[in-house]
Nanobody, 127 residues
Framework: QVQLVESGGGSVQDGGSLRLSCAASGFIYNRYSSYCMAWFRQAPGKEREGVALVYPAGGTYYVDSVKGRFTISRDNPNDTLYLQLNNLKPDETAMYYC??????????????????WGQGTQVTVSS
């Protein structure tokens, strides 16, 4: 059973930075490197929103609102996913989740397609 554990959340002021990590384990039939990995976020009372994803081959995709400020990366030898968050804004306060989907067919606007999810790490941005 694949397990995902996020860390790195915290409280920062408007314009601050954080680096989130997602440690993955439990890969039996398919290696971590063969998974599409993504970050989502959900604020209280709002729907879960896709933030960024990285394909097995390394290509990345970002939601427009975070382009130029957030960077997703993966460390395949260590089964770890990262999200660097720069110039954070108060309305980006949310629980941030990492998610995994085997293969290349994954989309930020289809969270239901992702098979595995972490428990989340809280990011709070104050003005």
């Amino acid at each position: 059973q694949v397990q995902l554990v996020e860390s790195g959340g915290g409280s920062v002021q408007d314009g601050g930075s954080l680096r989130l990590s997602c440690a993955a384990s439990g890969f039996i039939y398919n290696r971590y490197s063969s998974y599409c990995m993504a970050w989502f976020r959900q604020a209280p009372g709002k729907e879960r929103e896709g933030v960024a994803l990285v394909y097995p081959a390394g290509g990345t995709y970002y939601v427009d609102s975070v382009k130029g400020r957030f960077t997703i990366s993966r460390d395949n030898p260590n089964d770890t996913l990262y999200l660097q968050l720069n110039n954070l804004k108060p309305d980006e306060t949310a629980m941030y989740y990492c998610a995994a989907q085997p293969g290349n067919y994954c989309y930020l606007w289809k969270p239901a397609d992702f098979l595995y999810w972490g428990q989340g790490t809280q990011v709070t941005v104050s003005s």
